[in-house]
């Protein structure tokens, strides 16, 4: 019994705070919108199932709270008492206080809070609320469910008990897709997705071999009939590699339904007025995905709150809208999965931004001068970087961007701003859709093969010793009138300090840096699962993993953010 | 007692609670428990038959248990089901609404295995007096 308790708990933890997300965007429209009896049913029923659950399960804090905030919200949907912002706010602060809760179960960290204060201020602000609203429910009898003593009028009774209730019947489809859910562990799916990641490896080895026997038996029925079959299975394979994919892909709303509330709590203290529009909310992302781009994404709103907007006397003196406007979007475009934040207001100070990463050292004034609009614009991304002269308390203090930097390289990403004076500027995320298998261009440097993520490298080139240039120290290769630096990929990787010679290089991309690998053989474009390697440790290595290709062998799969801060950093000194 | 085989309709949206109360069930020595996670489900469920008792909350989307229980009553394979209402402390002012729409009897959450088992077989009890 003690094992079926854990799972209940865990149970209740999972769908309680599932239901307090669903209901957190409900709070800010209801602000907006005012009154709405739909949303006040739909949040009284969540507190309200929160509570009975709790309740079973002891948790007397949770009940607690959870009872007082039922309570206002039961008198708001019957409209006996009216929305205001103070019981908006202590209604908000009885969520976040549940969800607290909620957390210390999770981590069975033993910590209890003090949730009287909370209590107190809930009955109070419905006792405020009451006196208020004049005389209690006598107008809205008709609408709301009053109390009832047991001697009770039959009319009154019939009256009561033909009020439609909670919720509008809603058509046969919504039920259907109720059942048409199944809830599933986690690891299950992941299990899955590797034996998957092992099928397309496998299925990668006997295309290999077949087509090196169709070369040999040509003219054999039972390598064509074999062929035959691999092709199909190569088919099937990638179907079901997308299909397993699909499993863990889920709406990004999960991410954005957090975003109104967020806002709402910013642009209050900074007194600014903020219009926040969101779309693309059913594009489909990967778990993953879901966990780690919520952090950068809150940085980005809060930069663009905190610095990209105006303050509204600002905006009307610039002859726009009082209120800014925010939006985000998200969007499938091919193989990515495009995020877009933009803002109305007042745009990147390309010359600040400039001045401020001259006085921190991060670039010098040769390169200032030089440097490109994009360039300086992608300085923002640089760690330490910020130019707000007093670290407000949201932001400023030069640690935001560069961690939205470092979580889109987690899922190899790219981020990118662009920026116009008084129109406002555009934060772009692009991630690939699939992590865990991934275009690579197979290289040959020295006697060892490497994989090479094939979406950053922008193009390759024969190179003869006289391309080879050298500027302040380091090699470097003129393309289109374009300097790149050089790096030999046995250097970077030090496997080889020497500079040997080598036939080709691989002209790379990376968050705007543009830099060249040099290598001795090019083996063309092959799909590879990226499989981790024990005991690697993967923040501090220059690779993503490593794949066994289409003949059966080892071979490592280069990281080339890592690469690029190694060879980049090399040439910034 | 009622049948421990007997087939019995768990109704509640929030999986939790449909959890508790089937681990209540359980400890009373019921093992045919099915789910359902609104009204309307129920109703699609019990109409296919077998079903000897169903528990369902109150508050629910699509069809909460009211609307069920008044289906369940104007249904003439149906109508007889035993129901027993699971409701909150503040809710007791439903319990003659829904005494008056025919259900059996109501318990208050949260409930011990005890008093369900009291609450339950009051219902059987009246029934085999009928």
């Known amino acids: 019994m003690p094992d079926e308790m854990e799972e209940i708990i865990a149970e209740f933890i999972t769908e309680s705070e599932e239901t307090l997300d669903r209901i957190d965007p409900l709070f800010v429209e209801l602000e907006q919108k005012g009154e709405d009896k739909e949303m006040l049913n739909q949040i009284f029923r969540s ?87 004049g005389t209690p429910a006598a107008a809205t009898a008709a609408q709301g469910i009053e109390p009832v003593k047991p001697a009770m009028q039959t009319s009154e009774l019939r009256a009561a008990s033909s009020e439609p209730a909670s919720a509008p019947l809603e058509p046969q489809a919504a039920e259907k897709e109720a059942l048409q859910t199944l809830r599933v562990d986690v ?58 994919m699909k499993m863990r892909m889920q709406p990004i709303a999960k991410v954005f339904s957090k975003f109104p509330r967020l806002v709402r709590d910013i642009s209050g203290p900074l007194g600014k007025m903020v219009n926040l529009k969101l779309s693309g909310e059913e594009t489909e992302v990967d778990k993953s995905v879901i966990e780690q781009i919520g952090d950068p994404m809150v940085h980005i709103i809060r930069n663009a709150v905190d610095h990209g907007l105006e303050t509204p006397q600002e905006r009307r003196a610039k002859g726009k809208a009082e209120a800014g406007t925010i939006s985000i979007s998200a969007e499938q475009k091919g193989n990515q999965i495009v995020i877009e934040v933009s803002d109305d207001g007042r745009g990147v100070n390309l010359d600040r931004v400039k001045t401020k990463a001259l006085k921190q050292g991060l670039i010098s004034e040769e390169e200032a001068v030089r440097m490109t609009d994009e360039a300086a614009m992608n300085l923002i991304l640089l760690p330490g970087f910020s130019t707000a002269e007093v670290a407000t308390e949201l932001s400023g203090r030069g640690v935001g961007m560069d961690v939205v930097k470092t979580n889109v390289s987690k899922l190899n990403g790219t981020v990118e701003i662009t920026s116009h004076k008084d129109k406002g500027s555009t934060f772009t995320i692009r991630i690939p859709l ?26 390759t080139l024969m190179v003869s010793k006289e391309d080879i240039s050298e500027m302040s120290g380091t090699d470097a290769l003129v393309i289109r009138g ?32 543009h830099f060249c690998i040099g290598v001795d053989e090019l083996l063309g474009q092959e799909e590879v699962v990226i499989k981790s390697v024990a005991g690697m440790n993967s923040t501090s290595s220059y690779l993503l993993g490593a794949t066994i290709t289409g003949d059966g062998r080892v071979v490592f799969i280069l990281d080339l953010s890592a690469l690029s801060r190694v060879a980049m950093g090399a040439v910034t000194v | 007692m009622p049948d421990l085989k007997m087939k019995i309709l768990v109704v509640d949206d929030f999986s939790t609670m449909r959890r508790i109360v089937k681990n209540v069930l359980k400890q009373l ?11 309307a489900q129920a109703l699609s469920k019990l109409k296919l038959g077998g079903f000897g008792f169903m528990v369902s909350d109150w ?16 249904d003439a394979a149906l109508k007889d089901l ?49």
Do not use: W
């Open chain 1, 47 to 133: 507190v309200h199932t929160i509570k009975g659950a709790a309740g079973f399960l002891g948790f007397q804090p949770m009940v607690d709270v959870a009872h007082n905030a039922e309570s206002i919200m039961k008198k708001l949907r019957e409209g006996e008492i009216r929305m205001s912002k103070q019981l908006m706010d202590v209604v908000l602060k009885s969520v976040d206080m549940l969800r607290l809760l909620l957390k210390h179960v999770k981590q069975k960290d033993g910590v209890t809070e003090n949730t009287a204060p909370l209590v107190s201020d809930l009955k109070t602000a419905l006792e405020n609320a009451t006196a208020a609203a």
């Open chain 1, 434 to 459: 699939t992590l865990a298998i991934i275009q690579t261009l197979m290289v040959r440097s020295g006697t060892a093969r490497y994989a090479v993520p094939l979406a950053p490298v922008e193009e």
């Open chain 2, 59 to 74: 508050n629910m989307p699509n069809m909460d248990g009211l609307q069920l229980l008044k289906a369940v009553r104007a």
């Open chain 1, 187 to 244: 690891s299950k799916i992941d299990k899955v997705m590797d034996l998957t990641g092992e099928v397309v490896l496998v299925r990668n080895r006997l295309v290999n071999i077949v087509n090196k026997l169709e070369h040999q038996y040509t003219d054999d029925h039972d390598v064509q009939s074999l062929l035959e079959a691999v092709s199909f299975l190569d088919l099937i394979t990638s179907d079901m590699q997308l299909g397993v």
């Open chain 2, 29 to 39: 020595g019921f093992e045919n428990i099915e789910e359902a996670e609104d009204g």
């Open chain 2, 82 to 130: 035993p129901i027993l209402m699971v409701t909150a402390e503040a809710e007791k002012t439903m319990v003659v609404t829904a005494i008056q729409a025919g259900v059996n009897n109501y318990v208050v959450k949260p409930f011990t295995a005890e008093v369900f088992k009291e609450k339950m077989d009051k219902i059987f009890e009246r029934l085999e007096k009928k």
């Open chain 1, 482 to 513: 374009k300097v790149y630096p050089l790096f030999r990929l046995t250097e970077i990787l030090g496997t080889n300090q020497e500079k040997t010679d080598f036939k080709y290089a691989v002209v790379v991309n990376i968050a705007d840096k």
